[in-house]
C-alpha cells in the first residue's frame, strides 16, 4: 500500500527542505511528524496544495503534516523515500531555542506515539471481554478466554518494557540496554516481594504510604505494593537516567571495553538506583499528580461538572495544536488507571468525537455541493464512528470557525455530563465507539455497564446538540469557501 504514496511521500520530503534538513521523522495516528533542521526551508503553501495532505502544523518543535488515516502508509513512503532508518536521517537536533514545555511535550510525545497502536488494540480487547462476560459470566472460565486476554492485558502488563524500549530511541540510547531496564522492573522475583510482609513503611499523608519489602546493605527498597508493572514514570526515568550513565561511559571508556562494560555499568549503576532512588522518587511524583487531578474533579458541587465540562470543551483545541497526546493521555490517564483503577481526565472527552461527526454530518446534508461532500463523508465517519478527528477538524469544522466552536461547546455538554453521572473509564483502549467500551468495570461486584450508559447518553447529548445547532445555524453559500 506505500507504494501508491511514493509520489506524495517524495513531495513532502522535497517541500520540507529535502532528507539533508530532516532530523528525524515519526507519526501518530494521523500526523508525520518531523523535526527539521530549519523549518524556514520548508514550503507550507506549497505541502498543503497536496492531494492527500490535510494541513500543515507547527507546533512543539515539531513539522506535523497532516495527511489522516493514511498515515501509516505515508510515513513508510518517506522513510523509503528519504532512505530513512528506524524514523531518523541523522543524529543533529534541529537548531534553534526551545522552552522547557516543548522539550518536554516533544520528548513524552515522542515516546508514546510509537506504542499508541498496541495500547489501543489492547484496551479494544479488554473492553470486548469485559461486555462478553458481563452478558455471559461462563465465559470467563473458558480457554478461549485466557487466549483472549491475554491479547488484552499481556501489552499493560509488560508496558514498562515498551516504554523502555521507545524511551531508549528517543534518548539515543542503546535500545536493548533499555528494554533490559525495563525488564529488570518486571523481573518475576521483584515483582513477588510485594506479596510477602513489609518490613516497614512511612505514612506521607496524601503523597501516599511507602512501604519496604527488602533491604539493600541496609538500604530499604521501597516498592509501590504492585510493583512496577504497568507503570509509566519510573521506567522513563530510570532510561533517561541510563541514557546519561551511557553517553559519560563512552566518552572516555577504551573502544576495546566499551561492548560490553558500557551495557554492564549503564544496566548495574541505573537499575540498582533505580530502585533504591528513581522508583520511589517517581512513585511520588505519580502520587502527587494523581492527588493533583483527584482534587480538581472532586471539588465540592462544582468540581467534577466542571473540570469534565472544560476538558470536553478544549479538548479539540488540543488535537489542533497535537498537545492532545502529550499533556492529557499521557501520561496522566494511563498513571490514574494504574493507580486508582479509573480515569476521570479522558473519561470527560467521550463526546467530541460523537460532536464533531454530528457537525460534519448536518453540515453534509445541508451542502450539496459534491467537492464538499466528498470531502465531509469520510472525515464525518473517521470522527464519529472511530474518534480520529483531524480530518475533520481541519478540512471542514476549523476554517468553517462557528461548526468548529458548536462542536467543542456540545463536547463540553458531554463532559458536564459524564462529571454529572461520575462516568469513569476503567480501560485505555480505542476511540470512537470504541471508547465506549473503556466505561464498563469488569470487576465483580463493580460498575459493570451504568457508567458505559452514561457514557451513551453523554455522546448522544453532544451529538444531537450538535446537530440540531448545526442543522439550524449551517449556511452553506456563506460557509462554502472556508472548507476548500
Known amino acids: ?26 507519526h501518530c495516528i494521523t500526523r508525520v511528524r518531523f523535526k527539521l533542521k530549519d523549518e524556514s526551508r520548508a514550503n507550507t503553501a506549497k ?35 528519504g532512505n530513512f532508518s528506524g524514523g531518523a536521517s541523522a543524529d543533529d537536533e534541529p537548531q534553534g531555542d526551545k522552552t522547557v514545555a516543548s522539550v518536554i511535550i516533544d520528548l513524552i510525545s515522542g515516546i508514546f506515539q510509537p506504542i499508541l497502536g498496541p495500547l489501543a488494540a489492547a484496551g ?34 509488560f508496558l514498562p518494557v515498551a516504554l523502555a524500549f521507545s524511551a531508549a530511541r528517543k534518548f539515543r540510547m542503546n535500545e536493548f540496554t533499555g528494554v533490559a531496564i525495563g525488564v529488570a522492573l518486571l523481573y518475576p522475583t521483584m515483582v513477588a516481594l510485594t506479596s510477602g510482609e513489609a518490613l516497614g513503611s512511612i505514612d506521607l499523608g496524601m503523597a501516599g504510604t511507602f512501604s519496604w519489602y527488602a533491604t539493600a546493605l541496609g538500604v530499604p ?18 532510561v533517561w537516567f541510563g541514557s546519561i550513565i551511557e553517553r559519560w561511559l563512552k566518552s572516555w ?39 493533583a487531578f483527584s482534587f480538581i474533579f472532586q471539588l465540592p458541587v462544582v468540581g467534577s461538572v466542571l473540570g469534565s465540562a472544560l476538558v470536553g470543551g478544549l479538548w479539540m483545541c488540543l488535537v489542533i495544536f497535537g498537545f492532545h ?34 457537525v460534519i454530518f448536518a453540515m453534509y446534508l445541508r451542502n450539496k455541493d459534491e467537492r464538499f461532500r466528498g470531502i465531509a463523508l469520510p472525515a464525518m465517519i473517521s470522527a464519529f464512528f472511530f474518534g480520529v478527528t483531524e480530518p475533520g477538524i481541519y478540512g471542514i469544522a476549523l476554517p468553517n470557525k462557528r461548526a468548529f466552536v458548536v462542536a467543542c461547546l456540545s463536547s463540553a455538554v458531554g463532559g458536564a455530563i459524564v462529571g454529572m453521572t461520575g462516568a469513569l473509564m476503567y480501560i485505555s483502549g480505542g476511540l470512537g465507539v470504541f471508547n465506549l467500551l ?28 450538535a446537530f440540531v445547532i448545526e442543522f439550524i445555524t449551517y449556511r452553506p453559500n456563506d460557509d462554502e469557501e472556508g472548507a476548500r
Do not use: C
Open 438 to 465: 473503556n466505561f464498563i468495570d469488569g470487576t465483580p461486584g463493580g460498575a459493570g455497564i451504568s457508567h458505559m450508559i452514561f457514557a451513551i447518553i453523554a455522546s448522544l447529548v453532544s451529538a444531537v446538540l
Open 221 to 238: 527498597i521501597i516498592m509501590p505494593v504492585s510493583g512496577y508493572v504497568s507503570s509509566v514514570i519510573p521506567v522513563l526515568l530510570m
Open 325 to 358: 497526546w502529550s499533556l492529557i493521555l499521557i501520561p496522566i490517564s494511563i498513571m490514574n488507571l494504574n493507580t486508582l483503577g479509573h480515569d476521570s481526565v479522558l473519561a470527560a472527552t467521550v463526546g467530541h468525537g460523537f460532536a464533531l461527526g454530528a
Open 1 to 26: 500500500m506505500a507504494e501508491k504514496y511514493d509520489d506524495l511521500a517524495r513531495s513532502i520530503l522535497e517541500n520540507v527542505g529535502g532528507a539533508e534538513n530532516v532530523a528525524s521523522v515519526a
Open 124 to 157: 479494544i480487547m479488554k473492553g470486548l471481554l469485559a461486555l462478553i462476560t458481563y452478558f455471559v459470566p461462563a465465559f470467563a472460565n473458558d480457554g478461549l478466554y485466557t487466549l483472549l486476554y491475554t491479547v488484552a492485558d499481556g501489552f499493560f502488563y
Open 47 to 81: 505541502i498543503e496544495a497536496l492531494k492527500g495532505v490535510i494541513q500543515v502544523i507547527q507546533a512543539n518543535g515539531q513539522y506535523q503534516v497532516v495527511v489522516g488515516n493514511i498515515v501509516e502508509d505515508v510515513y513508510d513512503a518517506v522513510l523509503e523515500a
Open 253 to 291: 571508556m577504551p573502544a576495546a571495553l566499551k561492548m560490553f562494560l558500557v551495557p554492564l555499568a549503564t544496566m548495574t549503576v541505573s537499575i540498582v538506583l533505580g530502585y533504591l532512588v528513581i522508583g520511589p522518587v517517581a512513585t511520588l511524583i505519580t502520587n502527587l499528580l494523581s492527588v
